[in-house]
Structure formats: C-alpha cells, structure tokens
C-alpha cells in the first residue's frame, strides 16, 4: 500500500506503524470520565467493513501522525491527512 | 455409513459405487431450538458436540458460503497446548487431549499427527521464559520438554545455528503437539453433526438479527427469517459485523494472516518448528510442501489477502533460520481474515441479549482449539454456565480487569 503523505507526497506503508481506529483520538477526559466511558475508548471498536479511518504513525519519516481513510475490504485509500489538522479542526489544541 | 478399513476394501471391490453424500442440503425450517451462525471448525463443532454430547435436537448451522471455506480451510494446521496464563493453559490442554481420540470419535481421517512441535530459543532471557512456559504447561496436564542446542542439531542438523542475530541455543519442544489436515476436521464435524440431524444450511448469510424485549427471537438470512430459542455465533473475522446486528461493539479488530506453500519436496522437517525471534515457522506437509508463515500484516482489513512486505518478511525469516530454503520455490500464498482480540485470547460467553451466545477472538491460533471450542460452547449454550476450562473468556473481562495476555502487548490487537 502506498499512503499518500500530506507533506512527503506517497509513500511506502512498511515506513508506517499502524496504531488502529482514528476514533481512538478522542480520548475521555481522565477527571470526569467514569470507567465505563474508558473501557469503551479503550477496548472496543467499530471495525467496519469498508471505509475505516485509522491512524498511521510516520515512524521511518518526519514521525507525523497520520489519519488515513482506507477500505478494508480493498486496501484502497481515499484520503490522507495530518492528525493535527484533524484534531484542530475538531477544536483541540489552539 | 460408517468409514472402516473393510469397508474401503468392499468399495475397492464393487468399483466404489457405494460411497453416498456424507451430508445432506436440507432447506432451512421455520423454526429451531439452537442456531449456530458461522460453518466453519468452530460452528460445526459446536453443533456436532450440542447433539453428541449435550443430547440436544433441532439444531441447525447457519454458512454464507460453503462449510469450511473460512479459516478453518486456510491455516496451517498446528495444534499444541503451550500455553502459560491459567485462564489459557487448561482449555488448550483440553483441546489436545480431545484432538487424540477425534478421529475415532466422529469416524473420519482427520490425518491428526502428533509429530512435536519444537519453539527456537536465542537468549538466556527466552531461556527462562520458556522454562516457566514449560512448567505451567506440565502444572496443567501438558507435556513439555525443554531441549539444548546438541538436542536441537540431532533433530534439525541443517538449521542456521549460528545466525549472529538469532543463534540458536535451545528450544521448548511439546511432542504431543503436531499437525493435523484442516478441511478434514470440518468435513468431519459436518458429517457427525449431519448424521446426528443438524440441518446444515450453506449459502445463506445471516443479515439481521431478530431482538424483541432483550431477548433473541431469530435470525434474518439471505434465504429469509429462520427462528430460534437460541443463537450462537461463531463466525471468526466476521465477529464485528455480524455482532454489530445485534447492537454490540466488541474487543475485536480483523487483521489478515497469510500463509505459504512451497513445492514439493523430499522429507525434510517432521515436525513442526517456530522461530518467534524471526517471525517465521514452518512444518512440511505430507505431499511435501512446506508450509509456512509468520506475522500478520497489521492493519485492519476483511481482504482475504495480504501485501507484499509481509511476504518479504517471512521470506527473510526462512532464510535467516533455514537457508536451504532458499532453493524452494513457493507455490502458492493466501490470506484468511482474523479476528484479533485485545488481549489475543478469545471469548466464550453469553451476550447482553437473552438467548444469545458469542464465541470468537480466536487470533491466528484458533485451528488448535476447534474441539474444545465446539466442546465449551455447546456446553455454554445447552446448560447456560461456562465449561469448567472456560470460565476466563469472559467479554467483560477488560472492565473488570482480568485480561488474559499472554505476551503481555495490551490493547493492540496487531501486536498480539
Ligand atoms: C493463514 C492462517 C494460518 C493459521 N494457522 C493456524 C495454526 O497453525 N494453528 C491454529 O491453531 N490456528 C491457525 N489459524 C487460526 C484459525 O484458522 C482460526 O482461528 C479458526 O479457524 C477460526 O475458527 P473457525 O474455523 O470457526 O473460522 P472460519 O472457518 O473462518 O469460520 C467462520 C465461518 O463463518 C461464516 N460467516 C461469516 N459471516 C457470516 C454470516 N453473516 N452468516 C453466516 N455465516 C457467516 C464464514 O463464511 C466462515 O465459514 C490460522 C489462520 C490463518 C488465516
């Protein structure tokens, strides 16, 4: 699979380490968070059959986190972006 | 039709006109007392067991595709009951001893050879992870011996000893542990199952699930509404989305495996040996392949196919413990779909909806399990407590903190 880097332009997935669901970006607040709440984030999953978004860590690169939306059941992947860009367009960090 | 030894030679005979169908494609019925979704190893089993052993009836498996096209025809056949955590050891244990009386069991050749199975020690840190492994192992029942280097060399003169990353300096071996021919454990369940009166239904895809008031009424198929008092689902890779009918998110991601073949060769291995240090393990089959793999690829995916640069890996592997093979070509490579759990243990256990039963998480090791699986969860279903040697595969068993992980990765099912 071949992931195209928002910065690097494509590179080879075996330069990634795959963390899993994008999902996993949102994080319970750990002070008012209940156990219950932290299980889920912590051990379930949606794992979909067709489009997934999920995280890639550039390791063998400029070490940037990755989401990239992938189909599972093709490997095909649609869109690359930069966690942080994620992550702010969803009004985390300043 | 019982299989016996006259019985090939009176076939021989009379020019073979006597073999039947060895089981029927009956029409799904309104209406059944046990649903199992999922014809691979473990639904079968379960089924086969439900009848044999809990003397259960109106019993049907529920297969999209064709029985035993799923993993339990695509893995590499090891069986073995090494194993160190409590929750783990006695259930595989379990498993291995029904593996040595199966094939008289349910009458089929199943081809179970118990020809050892041999796992490659490097350091002396290994060393003493394999020595408690091997003593849990003998604790619970197993067998287990833990070999040198001069042992190892009269086994297997032709491995890489001296590798300068991964010398070889020991290994654990259980010679009970062994191989056994994969699609002949399927056929033999669905035949014992089938002549018990499990109605065995192929091409119908569970779609839906019918829940009234916390209760499971039946399930939605391709081939329409088959009612049950009960449903199991043992369906591996397709856990979450079948699941997921049922409202549930699981502790489960779908990863691929892949394995390969080579050409036919001359006998070689008798065994089978792992070199986890490489992510490689290998045995040769008995038309004389060698039978391979290693890691799975390690991303999320339902393609029953892998990428190269795991094929590069595992070839690397092969080379640096075993160079000769070097000189073999491979035949063929394939992948099966995996059910990785968080912990890399699996689950046996009732669901939230009443009725309802889930087994899976079986990770890349699932073949060897098949019996004691099919055995705990007909025992779950028909009695509504868990067997005795499978209490621990509880599917809360993150909330409440009794994870059963053997490698000790936590909540990463590609690392398992
Ligand atoms: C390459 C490879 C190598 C492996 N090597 C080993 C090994 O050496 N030793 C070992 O112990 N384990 C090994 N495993 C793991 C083992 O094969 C699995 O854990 C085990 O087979 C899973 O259980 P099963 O046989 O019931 O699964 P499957 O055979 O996959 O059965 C599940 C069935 O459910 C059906 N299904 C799915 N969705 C639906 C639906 N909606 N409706 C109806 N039916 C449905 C599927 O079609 C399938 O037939 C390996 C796996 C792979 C892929």
């Known amino acids: ?94 | 039709m019982r299989y016996s030894g006259f019985r090939v030679i009176a076939e021989a005979l009379t020019g073979h006109k006597g073999w039947k169908p060895v089981w029927r494609d009956p029409a799904p019925q309104a209406e059944y007392d046990y649903i199992i979704v999922g014809g691979g190893g473990h639904g079968l089993a379960t089924a086969y067991y439900l009848a044999k052993e809990f003397g259960q009836k109106r019993i049907a498996v529920i297969e999209k595709g064709y029985l035993g096209g799923g993993n339990v025809g695509r893995n590499t056949t090891i069986i073995r009951s090494n194993y160190l955590l409590d929750g783990n050891e006695p259930f595989y244990e379990f498993s291995l001893k029904l593996w040595e009386g199966l094939e008289q069991d349910f009458n089929y050749n199943a081809m179970v050879s118990q020809r050892g199975i041999l796992n490659l020690i490097h350091s002396d840190a290994q060393r003493d992870a394999f020595t408690r492994r091997g003593n849990a192992m003998i604790l619970n029942g197993a067998d287990a011996d833990l070999l040198d280097r001069e042992q190892i060399r009269a086994m297997y003169p032709w491995l890489n000893f001296d590798d300068a990353r991964f010398p070889i300096k020991g290994g654990l071996a259980q010679r009970r542990g062994g191989t056994v021919r994969h699609d002949a454990v399927a056929w033999g369940y669905a035949r014992g199952a089938d002549s018990r009166g499990v109605d065995l239904i192929q091409n119908c895809e569970v779609t839906g699930m019918r829940i009234e008031n916390g209760k499971i009424l039946g399930v939605e198929t391709s081939r329409g509404f088959i009612g049950a008092k009960k449903v199991g689902v043992a369906v591996a890779g397709s856990s979450s989305r079948v699941m997921a009918h049922a409202g549930m998110r699981l502790p489960i991601e779908s990863h691929v495996l892949q394995a390969f073949v080579s050409e036919g060769l001359k006998p070689l291995i008798d065994g089978v040996i792992t070199f986890g240090a490489g992510h490689f393990y290998v045995s040769q089959s008995d038309k004389g392949g060698l039978v391979f793999g290693g890691d799975i690829d390690g991303y999320n995916t339902y393609a029953q196919r892998g990428n190269l640069p795991v094929i590069e890996d595992v070839a690397e592997g092969g080379m640096a413990l075993m160079p000769a093979i070097g000189r073999a070509r491979l035949l063929r490579t394939w992948g099966g779909v995996m059910d990785m759990s968080m912990d890399g243990s699996p689950f046996i256990d009732k669901t939230p909806v009443d009725g309802l039963y889930f087994n899976g998480g079986w990770c890349y090791g699932g073949f060897k399990a098949t019996p004691a699986s099919g055995w705990c969860f007909a025992h779950l279903m028909a009695k509504d407590a868990p067997h005795k040697v499978a209490t621990a595969y509880r599917l809360d068993r993150f909330l409440k903190g009794k994870m059963i992980d053997e490698k000790g990765q936590g909540a990463q099912p590609n690392l398992h």
């Open chain 1, 1 to 94: 699979m071949i992931i195209n880097h928002p910065i690097l332009g494509p590179r080879d997935s075996q330069e990634f380490v795959y963390l899993g669901a994008a999902e996993m970006m949102n994080r319970p607040d750990g002070m008012s968070a209940g156990i219950e709440e932290f299980h889920e984030w912590l051990y379930h999953r949606d794992n979909p059959a067709g489009e997934h978004r999920e995280l890639w860590y550039h390791e063998q690169g400029d070490r940037s986190w990755l989401v990239v939306t992938r189909n599972t059941l093709t490997h095909e992947i649609s869109r690359v972006e930069l966690a942080r860009d994620v992550a702010k367009a969803m009004g985390r960090s300043k």
